[in-house]
């Protein structure tokens, strides 16, 4: 097997690898648009792209549909020809108006997660831009798939299966991932397959699965496609990419981590996040840290008067260099990142284990 394309669609891309969007601004325009001229698709963050604008605390809604246009139109730039899609969370505030943004942009797909998009089907209809939700289960899966053909006429144009690996946020109770309880990744798209094949089969449409969340080598891409996923969506392997638009300090503090510097925290978000650990976890640890003393009314189920943190100044403290003040999200696989290297490198060595696993198949037969 060759590593093969990933149709979503008309869309083709060479390469079976959607970079999955990473916030708060650590894949912005520089690194979808170098993963896309690659072969994949590459996803921007929608999680408060305009932290960079004047306005961000004064306006902060007019400030990210601003930082959506400005990221979408550099991207479109820098990658004419490629893939780009956005990551837009269901739990944003102004979730409507910013996939409003991004379709009139002509984005070619929103992947949207932390919630079921329910209405999505109704912001893209008569469009280009394609829709993806991210579930963790296959009854996810079922039900958003058939509210969308119910009430929309509209089937999934892919599916992304987020298991317990994953860096950011977690669609799984932190119960649950403390006493091991969830299944492995690939039980979970073999579930989402079953339940998906009927809808497929009697529509006659192909509903794309994308397996996300520790997923690191070309083995591991070929593993999931031979149980029948389309392709995969891969963030923490990006992340010390030179491309990466997260300060130089993010990414070593990716290089640096452990195994043991991994852990969880609990998110305003209202879910567990995976986070290397620093001073900032070591406050909140010891309920230590400062009280949320203004709020950007950016998450549906934030209450600044009850959360233990603003995720979003935390998140930007990391992205701008802060690393020992701010939150850094990482994958289960973190660790493994031991330097900085260009997408195109990744990608090569990505496409080197691929090869390397059909020729240790080989050598058995
Ligand atoms: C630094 C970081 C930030 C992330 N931010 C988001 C986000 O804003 N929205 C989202 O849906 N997923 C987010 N994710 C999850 C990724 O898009 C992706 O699905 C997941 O991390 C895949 O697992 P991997 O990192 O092991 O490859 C984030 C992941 C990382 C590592």
């Known amino acids: 097997m060759n590593l093969p394309k990933l149709k979503i669609g008309n869309l083709v891309a060479k390469l079976p690898v959607i970079q999955g969007g990473m916030g708060i601004g650590v894949s912005l325009s520089k690194l979808s648009s170098a993963v ?41 730039n820098l990658s004419p020809n490629g893939i780009l899609g956005i990551n837009i969370l269901k739990a944003s505030n102004n979730y ?11 984005i070619d797909l929103i992947i949207s997660g932390a919630g079921l998009p329910i209405k999505l089907p109704s912001f893209v209809k008569n469009t280009k831009t394609k829709i993806v939700p991210i579930i963790s289960s296959g009854r996810a899966a079922k039900l958003i798939t058939k509210v969308w053909k119910k009430r929309y006429d509209y089937l999934p144009d892919a599916i992304v299966v987020e298991g317990k690996k994953a860096g950011g946020h977690l669609g799984f ?10 299944k492995p990744l690939k039980e979970i798209v073999k579930d989402v397959i079953n339940v998906i094949n009927p809808f497929e089969q009697k529509h006659n449409q192909k509903i794309p699965i994308i397996a996300a969340g520790g997923i690191y080598t070309g083995e591991d891409i070929k593993d999931f496609l031979e149980i029948g996923a389309s392709g995969v969506q891969m963030a923490t392997r990006f992340v010390a ?23 969880f925290i609990e998110s305003p978000v209202g879910m567990p996040g995976r986070v290397i650990k620093n001073h900032f976890v070591e406050k909140y640890t010891n309920n230590n840290l400062d009280s949320v003393d203004s709020c ?48 195109k490198e990744i990608f090569e060595d990505i496409k080197k284990s691929f090869d390397l696993k059909k020729e240790k198949l080989n050598s058995l037969i």
């Open 173 to 182: 109770k932190k119960k649950d991932l403390d006493n091991n309880s969830i």
């Open 96 to 106: 409507f108006e910013l996939v409003k943004t991004a379709v009139k942009e002509k």
């Open 36 to 76: 896309a001229n690659e072969g994949g698709i590459g996803i921007i963050s929608g999680a408060q792209t305009g932290f960079r604008e004047k306005n961000f605390r004064t306006d902060n809604n007019r400030a990210n549909v601003n930082g959506i246009i400005k990221e979408i139109k550099k991207a479109r």
């Open 296 to 343: 950007y009314k950016c998450l549906k189920r934030c209450n600044p008067k009850t959360a233990l943190f603003c995720i979003t100044d935390a998140l930007i403290k990391a992205v701008n260099g802060d690393t020992e003040n701010g939150l850094i999200f990482i994958g289960e696989n973190g660790y493994r990142v031991n330097k900085i290297s260009t997408v």
């Open 241 to 263: 990419a030179e491309e990466c638009d997260a300060d130089i300090e993010f990414k070593k503090a990716y290089i640096n981590a452990t195994k043991e510097d991994i852990c």
